[in-house]
Every structure is written in structure tokens, then in C-alpha cells.
């Protein structure tokens, strides 16, 4: 007897509708591990010697900001490490966004389909954890002697643990263990218009002072009579740009020595330090001094068509900016010649700097092969080698993250040929890392806990909200702040997860947007399940 559609379609189904009860519960058990914590803990136990008589296949999740550079580098450490490992292979996977990594793998965690490597953010990471067993702790493999970072079974030259340098190895370490290695390390710089600043009678001075800033971006603000801007005669001229509010705001705190969240994970963002600054910024709003990325625009665009002066961006991001710029976004035709000096973001203690430290490190997911995790972390080591090192970080303002490469002759050679040409060796680029490198004891990392990425996003929506309800010509007072402070609260979910457990934070709420893509998978599978009983049940039934 012929089967009608809707059995062979139930049967179909079937072969996957068995696993949904499995596959919804999985998802469940992750939803209820980010609302109420999970510690992470690892069977993992590093083998005796690696198995080169079986095949591995591994994937490798990275981002590469659309830089063909950085692509080529990514594919020739691949093809390099696969020559001394011909038993490994290794997949890769470009995005062009962390934020697209991080929701595929939460995503992937409820599926156990997670990557073996993956490039990432400790926050990020944090917030994987809160599915036991997920991320692999990696301190065995650190220190074991014949695998670990200079191990001597290793077939290409690795960096020993104490050259990695400390500052930039402790932001991967989260409740007292390391859970990646660091691939690059970066900062913010301020990325200026010299022409402009002599313009308007001012002398550039060495470490830039937020008055300073201030100050100058006011002047540069003002209009002929005809309403274009004085300083460049043009019909637009935003003085100052910023592009990353989190981290202006996070920053803003720390040079103030106020709170913003403590290592246990207090939240402390929303306080009156915070307040003052945020009159600061409404008052230079409100005189057509400032405005931010999300607003205007990239500040490289303004900056390199002679429509700004100060453009604070990451140092990663130094091939977009200046006259010169190799990956400069705009027209020929737009473009404005002028002097590009880099500086240090702007302090409000000159003699005590203080600046974020930021950049991609890299994690290793947990998988039942033991083997098969100790081949993804010979690859991840690969990634600290010198000649990976170095290439990457002469693709952006990237510095290395080992003092191992820092000091080689390739790399101090690559220092020393600064302004050669407007490629490899653009100057501004270089400057950018000479900054980082002269001043990595001046930095500084946030605390890292799950929920840590929903309280720099609520740092920089504060600054977002108050220079968007200026340009609407809302009032900013008491009444206006004390809402303010209420609504980001309420939408990153803030007045959550902050309970203490014998004096550590316990892991509060994944992100709203987290929970909401796991909740609609959740469903999916459930639906599923439910059509397959309902026609199992049709079928016996008839039966």
C-alpha cells in the first residue's frame, strides 16, 4: 500500500524528530546554566604523545575585517602547519564580525557542534562557560614538557610561557584559570588633523588632556557667516569622533579612578562620576563638537575628507586613517592633505596614563577526543609562532603578542622603516604600535565574568543616548539621567546575576539576544518533536 505524503514526510522527519527531545533538552540545560551559573570543569588529560598514524580534521573560526591580507596569512599558517602535521587538517572559517562568531557559538554549544579553534574575546568566553564543559581550560597544556608552550616534542619553534607577554597572557585568564592564548593585542589611539590644530592657534601637545580636546574640538566648530565651518570651508565638520562609546566610557572611569565594575562582578557603572562626564559630552553635543561612529559614521571617512580633527579608533584600525591611508574608505576626489600625528587617547592625569588593551585571543573548544583537542591546540600554538606573529601584525596596527617576536630582527626591522611607503610600512600604522608598545604598563583590561559583555555595551549606550536625545533637542537634567540610568539597566539586564557565592560571582544571565536565538532553536526542535508524535500517533492509530 502506498504511503500518503504527510507518513513519508513523518518519516523523514522522524530520523531527526527522535533527537529533538535530546536536542531541546540540551538547549533547556544551556538556557538554565546562563540564568543560574555553571563551573566550568574539564576531563580533559593531555596524551602521552600524539597520534601521527590518525587523520585529524579541525576548524578554525576567525575574523579577518574583510583585510585580503590578513586572509593570505590565515591560509599560509594553515598550509605551513598542515606541511609539519600532514596528519591535521585544518578548516577555516572567516567572519567579518565577533559578534556573528560569538552567536554562532552559542548557538553551536546547544548543538555540541561548537569549532575546535576559535579566535574571540575573554567576555565572550566567559559566557560560553556557562555550558559545563564547553571551553577547555588550558593550564595542563600550558606547562606539559612535551607539548606544551616550548614543549620539547613540538615540531616548529614555540614561545615559552614566560614569553608571552604577561600583561596580554593575564586578560585570558578567568576564574583562576587560563581559558585561551592571546593573538593580538591592540588600543585605542586619537588620530589627528596637525594642520587643523596649528590652524586654530593651538600647540600639539605631547599626551593630549580631555580639556584640551575639548576645548580645541569647540573652536573648530565654529561657522562663517554663510553657515559653512571656518576651519575648512566646508558644509561639514564634526571636531571630534569617537567610535568605540564602551570603551570611551570604560576609559573615561578608570583615568577617574571610578567605578565601574569590580573583578567579582559588581556593577558599579551607574554612578555620579559617570553622570558628570555624560553632562560633559551633552554640552559639547550641544556646541557641535562631538559625536560618535553609530551616529556619523566611520571617523577615518571625516577625518581623511578634512571634516574632522580628532578621530579616536582602535590601532588595528591605523590603515584607514590619515591623508595616506592604504584602506582609506572615501573618494580621490574627497580626500584632503594634512599632517596625521598619532597620540594617546586623551587623560585626564597626563603623568598617569591610563588605556584599554584589547584584541583578539584564541580558544579551544572541548571535544570527547582527546587527541583531536591536542592537535587543535598545536595549531593554536602555531598562531604564536614568530612568522605568524609578525605577518599578522604588519597587516593592521596590531603588535604581537609574544616578547619573543617583539624582539626579533624581523620585527624591530619592521619598526625601523616607518613611512618607507604608504603599504607595509605606512607610518601612521607603525606609530599606531610604537604607541602600544611603549606604553603596554600603562594599560588595562575590565573584569571579565559572564554578563561582562552586556555591561561594556550598556557603557557606551549610556554616551549613545545622551548625544542622540541632544541632537533632538531633549533637556538633559536630573530627571532625564536618573531614566536614563533606569532604561539601559532594564535592557541589558543589569540588575541581575550580581548575588556572591563564598566570595566569587556566580554567572549571571546570557544576553537578551543570546537567550532570544537559543529560545527560537529551543522551539524549532520542540515543534518538531510534537508533528513527529502526532503523526506516530496517527500511524498507530490507523493501525
Known amino acids: 500500500?502506498?504511503?500518503?505524503?504527510?507518513?513519508?514526510?513523518?518519516?523523514?522527519?522522524?530520523?531527526i524528530g527522535r533527537k529533538a527531545a535530546v536536542g531541546?533538552?540540551?538547549?533547556?540545560?544551556?538556557?538554565?546554566?546562563?540564568?543560574?551559573?555553571s563551573k566550568e570543569q574539564s576531563d580533559f588529560a593531555v596524551p602521552e604523545a600524539f597520534d601521527t598514524a590518525k587523520q585529524y580534521e579541525i576548524t578554525f573560526w576567525a575574523k579577518n575585517d574583510t583585510n585580503k591580507a590578513q586572509t593570505d596569512i590565515y591560509k599560509q599558517a594553515i598550509a605551513d602547519f598542515e606541511t609539519l602535521y600532514p596528519n591535521i587538517t585544518v578548516n577555516l572559517r572567516l567572519y567579518t564580525d565577533y559578534g556573528k562568531i560569538y552567536n554562532d557559538v552559542i548557538t553551536n554549544i546547544a548543538t555540541q557542534t561548537t569549532p575546535n579553534v576559535c579566535i574571540t574575546y575573554p567576555d565572550h568566553i566567559a559566557t560560553y562557560m556557562t555550558g559545563s564543559n564547553v571551553v577547555l581550560p588550558l593550564d595542563e597544556l600550558f606547562e606539559d614538557e612535551k607539548y606544551g608552550l616550548g614543549g620539547s616534542e613540538l615540531r616548529f619553534d614555540s614561545p615559552k610561557k614566560e614569553e608571552v607577554a604577561e600583561q596580554f597572557l593575564e586578560e585570558?585568564?578567568?576564574?583562576?584559570?587560563?581559558?585561551?592564548?592571546?593573538?593580538?593585542?591592540?588600543?585605542?589611539?586619537?588620530?589627528i588633523n596637525k594642520d587643523y590644530v596649528e590652524a586654530l592657534g593651538y600647540e600639539l601637545p605631547d599626551v593630549l588632556t580631555w580639556d584640551f580636546l575639548w576645548e580645541v574640538s569647540q573652536a573648530a566648530a565654529k561657522k562663517n557667516a554663510d553657515g559653512t565651518y571656518a576651519l575648512n570651508g566646508q558644509n561639514v565638520m564634526i571636531p571630534f569622533i569617537y567610535k568605540s562609546t564602551d570603551n570611551m566610557m570604560i576609559q573615561m572611569l578608570k583615568q577617574k579612578q571610578a567605578g565601574y565594575s569590580t573583578n567579582s562582578g559588581e556593577i558599579q557603572l551607574f554612578n555620579d562620576t559617570t553622570k558628570s562626564l555624560l553632562y560633559t559630552i551633552a554640552d559639547n553635543v550641544k556646541a557641535g563638537a562631538f559625536s560618535t561612529f553609530k551616529i556619523s559614521s566611520y571617523p577615518a571617512n571625516f577625518l581623511n575628507a578634512g571634516q574632522c580633527v580628532f578621530a579616536i579608533d582602535s590601532t588595528a584600525g591605523a590603515t584607514?586613517?590619515?591623508?595616506?591611508?592604504?584602506?582609506?574608505?572615501?573618494?580621490?576626489?574627497?580626500?584632503?592633505?594634512?599632517?596625521?600625528?598619532?597620540?594617546m587617547i586623551p587623560q585626564f592625569d597626563p603623568q598617569n596614563p591610563q588605556m584599554i588593551s584589547q584584541g583578539p585571543s584564541v580558544c579551544?573548544?572541548?571535544?570527547?577526543?582527546?587527541?583531536?583537542?591536542?592537535?587543535?591546540?598545536?595549531?593554536?600554538?602555531?598562531?604564536?609562532?614568530?612568522?605568524?606573529?609578525?605577518?599578522?601584525?604588519?597587516?593592521?596596527?596590531?603588535?604581537?603578542?609574544?616578547?619573543?617576536?617583539q624582539n626579533s630582527e624581523a620585527y624591530q626591522d619592521y619598526l625601523a622603516r616607518s613611512g618607507e611607503d604608504d603599504e607595509t610600512y605606512y607610518k601612521v600604522k607603525i606609530e599606531a604600535s610604537k604607541l602600544l608598545l611603549e606604553h603596554t604598563e600603562d594599560t588595562f583590561v575590565t573584569p571579565v565574568f559572564n554578563g561582562s559583555t552586556s555591561l561594556r555595551d550598556a557603557a557606551g549606550q549610556l554616551i549613545e543616548n545622551v548625544v542622540k536625545s541632544v541632537r533632538r533637542n531633549e533637556e538633559i537634567d536630573e530627571s532625564y539621567m536618573e531614566k536614563l540610568y533606569s532604561d539601559v539597566r532594564a535592557?541589558?539586564?543589569?540588575?541581575?546575576?550580581?548575588?556572591?557565592?563564598?566570595?566569587?560571582?556566580?554567572?549571571?544571565?546570557?544576553?537578551?539576544?543570546?537567550?532570544?536565538?537559543?529560545?527560537?532553536?529551543?522551539?524549532?526542535?520542540v515543534l518538531i518533536g510534537v508533528y513527529v508524535l502526532l503523526q506516530e500517533a496517527k500511524k498507530r492509530k490507523k493501525e
Not at 500500500?1 to 530520523?15: F, I
Not at 585570558?172 to 588620530?191: D, G, K
Not at 584607514?320 to 597620540?343: C, Q
Open 1 to 15: 500500500m502506498r504511503q500518503t505524503m504527510t507518513q513519508r514526510l513523518g518519516k523523514r522527519v522522524g530520523k
Open 24 to 37: 531541546a533538552a540540551a538547549l533547556i540545560v544551556l538556557l538554565l546554566c546562563g540564568c543560574h551559573g
Open 172 to 191: 585570558c585568564r578567568i576564574q583562576n584559570h587560563y581559558y585561551a592564548l592571546p593573538f593580538m593585542r591592540s588600543t585605542e589611539a586619537c588620530y
Open 320 to 343: 584607514w586613517m590619515g591623508a595616506d591611508a592604504p584602506l582609506s574608505d572615501i573618494d580621490e576626489s574627497a580626500k584632503v592633505e594634512f599632517e596625521t600625528v598619532v597620540r
Open 364 to 405: 579551544i573548544f572541548n571535544k570527547e577526543d582527546s587527541q583531536e583537542v591536542l592537535a587543535s591546540w598545536l595549531f593554536t600554538q602555531y598562531l604564536l609562532s614568530d612568522k605568524v606573529q609578525i605577518a599578522y601584525s604588519q597587516t593592521e596596527g596590531y603588535v604581537p603578542v609574544t616578547t619573543k617576536a
Open 491 to 525: 535592557l541589558y539586564h543589569l540588575d541581575e546575576g550580581t548575588a556572591s557565592v563564598d566570595g566569587k560571582r556566580e554567572l549571571g544571565p546570557l544576553p537578551l539576544t543570546s537567550v532570544l536565538l537559543l529560545g527560537t532553536l529551543a522551539g524549532t526542535w
